[in-house]
C-alpha cells in the first residue's frame, strides 16, 4: 500500500509556471506507475501524464504536450509534474495517482492509490 500526498499547486498568472510533488510512503514506490490527474469544477477527471516504475515509459495528453513534463526520483519517493506556459483551462485540482503495472496506463480506474488533490489557479 501507497499513501499520497501532493504539493505546490496555488495561483499563478497565464503563461507561469508551477511545479507539484507527490510524495509518497511505503518502500514500494519504485515499483508503481504514477500518473497525474485533473478535475475542473462541473468535469470528470481526466489524464494529464503518466510515468512508468523506472521512467521508462511516459505519455502526455495532447492538451498539456510541449508544455507539462513528468518525471519521478525513486530514491526520493516523490514524482514531480513541471507545468509551464500555464493557461486558465489547466485551472482544476490536480491529483497524483500510483498503479501496478503500465496496462491502460491513462485511465483513472485503472488507480488504486490517489492523494488527496492539490488547486491550480491560471489567472488570465
Known amino acids: 500500500q501507497v499513501q499520497l500526498v501532493e504539493s505546490g499547486g496555488g495561483l499563478v498568472q497565464a503563461g507561469g509556471s508551477l511545479r507539484l510533488s507527490c510524495a509518497a510512503s511505503?518502500?514500494?514506490?519504485?515499483?508503481?506507475?504514477m500518473g497525474w490527474f485533473r478535475q475542473a469544477p462541473g468535469k470528470e477527471r481526466e489524464f494529464v501524464v503518466a510515468?512508468?516504475?523506472?521512467?521508462?515509459?511516459?505519455t502526455i495528453s495532447d492538451s498539456v504536450k510541449g508544455r507539462f513534463t513528468i518525471s519521478r526520483d525513486n530514491a526520493k519517493n516523490t514524482m514531480y509534474l513541471q507545468m509551464n506556459s500555464l493557461k486558465p483551462e489547466d485551472t482544476a485540482v490536480y491529483y497524483c495517482a500510483a498503479k501496478t503495472g503500465v496496462f491502460q496506463i491513462r485511465l483513472p480506474n485503472e488507480y488504486a492509490y490517489w492523494g488527496q488533490g492539490t488547486q491550480v489557479t491560471v489567472s488570465s
Open positions: 511505503g518502500r514500494t514506490f519504485s515499483t508503481y506507475s
Open positions: 510515468i512508468s516504475w523506472n521512467g521508462g515509459i511516459t
